[in-house]
């Protein structure tokens, strides 16, 4: 069965400098999907950036990229330049590719604190 | 926009009660969870429906039924309320055709039984 790990339960940052939240997974597969999801202090989860995992290429949204070594099975969210919003628990989730599956898999989350 | 809305931000309830949570999407979409969220647990999935009528238990049904009449409704039911199921309830929904797509959530329920 797949897992998936986030080992830092808080994490803090100064405004406008970079953190790094990490995540691991564990899983026998070759074709599945990684998502970073945010929750505010409004509780709405949303998307912050996804990874298709036969794709190389890092993926990037604005100020949110990720680093993703598939052989080492992580997957970790970058925040460049920090705001306040940023302010949030954030969640690292797996999802398989294959036919007739359906879960997204979920790590505990790290809440991460922005200071200013 | 995308929408999904439970009925409820906050509900008390007592021990034994029968308790409804309602979830509403409006994007069409065939895939709803629902999911229970505890500090240091992360998320874990109650059931999941993906149509009408259709259900699958997720990793901890028990205590819970679902049900979806329409394809727009998941309604979550605690049978006899515990006070173990004191949590946040997230809904969310998805579309079926394609793996990558992400989940969109609802604002949460947190219920606690007294």
């Known amino acids: 069965a797949q897992t998936v790990t986030q080992s830092q339960p808080e994490m803090s940052v100064q405004e406008a400098e970079t953190v790094t939240l990490s995540c691991t997974y564990d899983t026998s597969e070759s074709d599945y999907y990684l998502f970073w999801y945010k929750q505010p202090p409004s509780r709405q989860m949303i998307l912050v950036i996804r990874?298709?995992?036969?794709?190389?290429q890092n993926a990037t949204e604005n100020r949110f990229s990720v680093n993703f070594q598939k052989a080492a099975k992580s997957f970790s969210l970058k925040i460049s330049d920090s705001q306040l919003g940023d302010a949030a628990m954030y969640f690292c989730a797996y999802r398989s590719a294959s036919s007739g599956t359906y879960k997204y898999i979920f790590g505990t989350g790290t809440r991460l604190k922005v200071l200013a | 926009d995308v929408k999904v809305t439970q009925s409820s931000r906050y509900l008390v309830k007592r021990t034994g009660e029968k308790v409804f949570l309602e979830c509403v999407q409006d994007?069409?979409?065939?895939?709803m969870f629902w999911y229970r969220q505890d500090p240091g647990l992360g998320l874990r999935l109650i059931y999941f429906?993906?149509?009408?009528?259709?259900?699958e238990k997720g990793d901890i049904p028990e205590g819970y039924s679902v049900s979806r009449e329409k394809k727009e409704r998941f309604s979550l039911i605690l049978e006899s309320a515990s006070t173990n199921q004191t949590s946040m309830y997230l809904c969310?929904?998805?579309?079926?055709?394609?793996?990558?797509?992400?989940?969109?959530f609802g604002n949460g329920t947190r219920l606690t039984v007294t």
């Open positions: 429906s993906y149509d009408v009528k259709m259900k």
């Open positions: 969310a929904s998805s579309f079926a055709t394609s793996r990558k797509a992400p989940l969109h």
């Open positions: 994007m069409d979409h065939e895939n």
């Open positions: 990874q298709e995992a036969y794709k190389q």
